[in-house]
């Protein structure tokens, strides 16, 4: 093991000697990343524990509007959870394996699942502010990959397949949820960009030609490294506002977190009934 990996496990060691300290007995099997205006879900957690990404030694803390930064561990119809209250973007000035790290951390704690959300924008003109959408497949246009350089602690190999890397059998359990409580659901694609500018309307046209359905700044950096450690993931955006450009959109970060709140119920029946699923 070179020394960039060395550095990486041992870090990950001392993380998860503190989380599992401050979980005081709880396994978490699923977790789930709380994006943009989506933190609130995370209150409804039963019997939680809070642990701030500050109290976590090597954990970067998040710096964007509407992320608590907090992890929270606790049960959710009957399953326990370890939820993300915020994450981090690439766009914060950190490293594309700072952006992975707690996705690493998840795994060695035992979760098997990921949940990543966020806010998006869309670029299919035919879905609406509101809807949510189930990732069926993702284009990283960060620029930046977190197994890139250090084959990360040797946690896996490095040239790890992206087919289905949103698990076909939790996008069908999602559709089904959804279609059970009358939630509007799109799937589609979704690009994942630096940030944090929002894209001008001749780069949505362009992300729009290239098979794009939904564009945000998160997620594609998390979805590689849970897939190179074997998680599976499913990949869910709430809609918060039509792509630049389109029909005269210009969106903000605040627009996106007032959508969302709006949407907060019909989040929380999503997520709990497809966690009462696995
Ligand atoms: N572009 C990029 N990121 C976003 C958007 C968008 O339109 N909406 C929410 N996050």
């Given at each position: 093991m070179n020394s960039v990996e060395n550095v990486l496990q041992t870090h990950l060691e001392a993380s998860l000697n503190v989380l599992q300290k401050r979980l005081d007995g709880r396994t978490p099997r699923i977790g789930i990343i709380l994006g943009s205006g989506l933190n609130?879900?995370?209150?409804?957690?039963?019997?939680a524990v809070r642990i701030p990404?500050?109290?976590?030694?090597?954990m970067k803390v998040s710096t964007a509007?509407?992320?608590?930064g907090q992890f929270v561990c606790g049960n959710v119809a009957g399953t326990c959870v370890l939820a993300m209250q915020g994450r981090l973007h690439g766009y914060e000035g950190v490293s594309s394996q700072d952006v992975a790290y707690p996705v690493w951390l998840m795994e060695k704690l035992g979760v098997g699942i990921l949940i990543t959300t966020n806010a998006a924008g869309a670029l299919?003109?035919?879905?609406?502010?509101?809807d949510f959408c189930i990732m069926s497949d993702q284009i990283n246009?960060?620029?930046?990959?977190?197994?890139?350089?250090?084959?990360?602690?040797?946690?896996?190999?490095?040239?790890?397949?992206?087919?289905d890397a949103f698990d076909p059998s939790l996008r069908a359990i999602a559709h089904r949820v959804a279609n059970a409580h009358g939630i509007r659901v799109q799937e589609g694609v979704y690009v994942g960009l630096l940030g944090p500018s929002f894209e001008t309307p001749a780069e949505i046209r362009m992300l729009q030609a290239w098979g794009g359905d939904t564009v945000a700044m998160s997620v594609c950096e998390e979805v590689i490294a849970a897939r190179h450690v074997c998680m599976r993931v499913l990949g869910i955006s709430l809609?918060?506002?039509?792509?630049?450009?389109?029909?005269?959109a210009n969106p903000s970060d605040l627009g996106v977190i007032d959508v969302a709140a709006t949407r907060a119920d019909d989040f929380s029946r999503l997520i709990c009934g497809i966690v009462e699923q696995l």
């Amino acid at each position: 093991m070179n020394s960039v990996e060395n550095v990486l496990q041992t870090h990950l060691e001392a993380s998860l000697n503190v989380l599992q300290k401050r979980l005081d007995g709880r396994t978490p099997r699923i977790g789930i990343i709380l994006g943009s205006g989506l933190n609130p879900f995370a209150d409804s957690i039963a019997d939680a524990v809070r642990i701030p990404f500050a109290e976590v030694p090597h954990m970067k803390v998040s710096t964007a509007n509407g992320h608590v930064g907090q992890f929270v561990c606790g049960n959710v119809a009957g399953t326990c959870v370890l939820a993300m209250q915020g994450r981090l973007h690439g766009y914060e000035g950190v490293s594309s394996q700072d952006v992975a790290y707690p996705v690493w951390l998840m795994e060695k704690l035992g979760v098997g699942i990921l949940i990543t959300t966020n806010a998006a924008g869309a670029l299919n003109s035919a879905y609406h502010v509101g809807d949510f959408c189930i990732m069926s497949d993702q284009i990283n246009f960060t620029g930046r990959n977190p197994i890139a350089d250090a084959d990360p602690a040797r946690m896996a190999d490095r040239f790890v397949s992206m087919l289905d890397a949103f698990d076909p059998s939790l996008r069908a359990i999602a559709h089904r949820v959804a279609n059970a409580h009358g939630i509007r659901v799109q799937e589609g694609v979704y690009v994942g960009l630096l940030g944090p500018s929002f894209e001008t309307p001749a780069e949505i046209r362009m992300l729009q030609a290239w098979g794009g359905d939904t564009v945000a700044m998160s997620v594609c950096e998390e979805v590689i490294a849970a897939r190179h450690v074997c998680m599976r993931v499913l990949g869910i955006s709430l809609v918060s506002n039509m792509g630049c450009g389109i029909d005269g959109a210009n969106p903000s970060d605040l627009g996106v977190i007032d959508v969302a709140a709006t949407r907060a119920d019909d989040f929380s029946r999503l997520i709990c009934g497809i966690v009462e699923q696995l």
